[in-house]
């Protein structure tokens, strides 16, 4: 496979569980701060049920994920791979093996995990709106992540695209005010 940046050992060793899985993720001269959560966020999960997987990055995953993000996990079977590019859609295969964090919690444990999710959640919101819409962040960040590894003049162009295709699936966050965003920010951390 080209475009291999690094490939970490296997995680978590104390299941059989997804023993082949791997799981993708932006190199990070590509990744931004929304990305990076969203890894993160996939690998304490996986590393919380023992989930065992290799950890690859690549600087074209968002281009290999079947939802144009990053991070996605590819699943040996006997058939085929299964491939699943979302945290709730992770979450939901790893829960239906029998291996997520739900079948050994109590009830009162569930609901402290679901409303920290929620405030993660919330968290990226925020992010999404500095990493996308908020021009100054964009044209000193976001832009240069994201055609990084691109020539002029695909380097802006592609990344203009994706940020008016961003702007145009979440125009609600669009019509944000900047205030509003810091006040999300402001009650999830506090």
Same mark, same amino acid.
């Given at each position: 496979m080209d475009g291999l940046v690094t490939c970490h050992d296997y995680f978590t060793t104390a299941s059989g569980i997804g023993e082949d899985a791997v799981l993708y993720k932006l190199s990070e001269e590509r990744s931004t701060v929304v990305d990076n959560a969203r890894c993160l966020a996939v690998q304490c999960y996986l590393n919380m049920c023992q989930f065992r997987y290799k950890l690859m990055e690549y600087g074209n995953v968002d281009h290999m994920s079947q939802s144009r993000m990053s991070p996605f996990i590819a699943i040996p079977t006997d058939h085929s791979n299964i491939l699943l590019s979302s945290f709730e859609a992770i *979450?939901?295969?790893? +829960?239906?093996?029998?291996? #997520?964090?739900?079948?050994?919690? &109590?009830?009162?444990?569930?609901?402290?995990?679901?409303?920290?999710?929620?405030? /993660?959640?919330?968290? *990226? *919101?925020? +992010?999404?709106?500095?990493?996308? /819409?908020?021009? +100054?962040?964009?044209?000193? #960040?976001?832009?240069?992540?994201? #055609?990084?590894?691109? *020539?002029?003049?695909?380097?802006? /162009? /592609?990344?203009?695209?994706?940020?008016?295709?961003?702007?145009?699936?979440?125009?609600?966050?669009?019509?944000?005010? &900047?205030? +509003?965003?810091?006040?999300?920010?402001?009650?999830?951390a506090g």
């Open positions: *979450v939901g295969y790893v +829960e239906a093996q029998g291996a #997520g964090l739900a079948s050994s919690l &109590e009830s009162s444990d569930r609901a402290r995990v679901t409303t920290m999710a929620s405030l /993660i959640n919330n968290l *990226v *919101v925020a +992010e999404q709106y500095y990493t996308w /819409i908020h021009y +100054e962040t964009y044209k000193k #960040g976001t832009l240069s992540s994201v #055609g990084y590894d691109k *020539v002029w003049p695909l380097s802006f /162009i /592609i990344p203009t695209l994706d940020r008016m295709g961003f702007i145009w699936n979440n125009f609600s966050l669009y019509r944000m005010k &900047e205030s +509003e965003v810091s006040n999300i920010s402001t009650h999830s």
